[in-house]
């Protein structure tokens, strides 16, 4: 049982280009979402998903897309980098009813 | 507005001398009260869900207690390897299984 799984662990990026991050989990859980962390600003929602083909917006939701085609992944999408970017991006999952959410490992962000 | 805020920003502790993390919150109305625990360079990791007043869970040397208004994370004769950042959420009654996080206590334990 892998849990939560985040693809790249690090990544450098150029100020324009756009890449995906990938998440992956194997619980079967209906609810996944993606927070950043940055120093003194705690985690902060971006997207979630509350079950395939439904997705909104969270607290920083501007330059980001998602979407969720299946149960299993919910890969997050930079259209166009910039370094205000810059940060340490958490997938996490969890069962409907409150139990609260496991994390993945992170994902680091550079955009020089 | 859910707003979560976490005191002290950090603590430094002797190997053995007990103490506490608060967390205040304001929600609509709540669903669950969280508490995680964060190593450098890993995600955050579950401990407890508190979802009334009065509540209590413990594991370990952490015991986590909840109020109407606030959280505490008392940890009793911490050792080195409770060095962590603790991490208080909350999740709203209607508010999609969301967590709405502070930023967290830096706790350092030295031996």
């Known amino acids: 049982n892998a849990g939560v799984t985040q693809t790249p662990k690090f990544q450098v990026l150029k100020t324009g280009q756009s890449m995906t991050l990938q998440c992956a989990q194997d619980m079967n859980h209906e609810y996944m979402s993606w927070y950043r962390q940055d120093p003194g600003m705690g985690l902060r929602l971006i997207h979630y998903s509350v079950g395939a083909g439904i997705t909104d917006q969270g607290e920083v939701p501007n330059g980001y897309n998602v979407s969720r085609s299946t149960t299993e992944d919910f890969p997050l999408r930079l259209l166009s980098a910039a370094p205000s970017q810059t940060s340490v991006y958490f997938c996490?999952?969890?069962?409907?009813?409150?139990?609260?959410?496991?994390f993945g490992s992170g994902t680091r962000l550079t955009v020089v | 507005e859910d707003q979560v805020t976490q005191s002290p920003e950090a603590l430094r502790l002797q190997e053995g001398e007990s103490s506490s993390l608060n967390c205040s919150y304001t929600v609509s109305g709540l669903r669950g009260l969280f508490w995680y625990r964060q190593d450098p360079g890993k995600g955050p990791e579950f401990l407890f869900t508190l979802y009334s007043a009065g509540e209590e869970k413990e594991k370990e040397r952490l015991k986590a207690t909840l109020t109407k208004k606030e959280s505490f994370l008392h940890i009793t004769a911490p050792k080195p390897e409770d060095s962590a950042t603790y991490l208080c959420a909350v999740q709203a009654v209607g508010g999609s299984e969301k967590l709405v996080f502070g930023k967290g206590t830096k706790l350092t334990v030295n031996p």
């Open positions: 996490a999952s969890s069962p409907a009813g409150g139990y609260g959410y496991t």
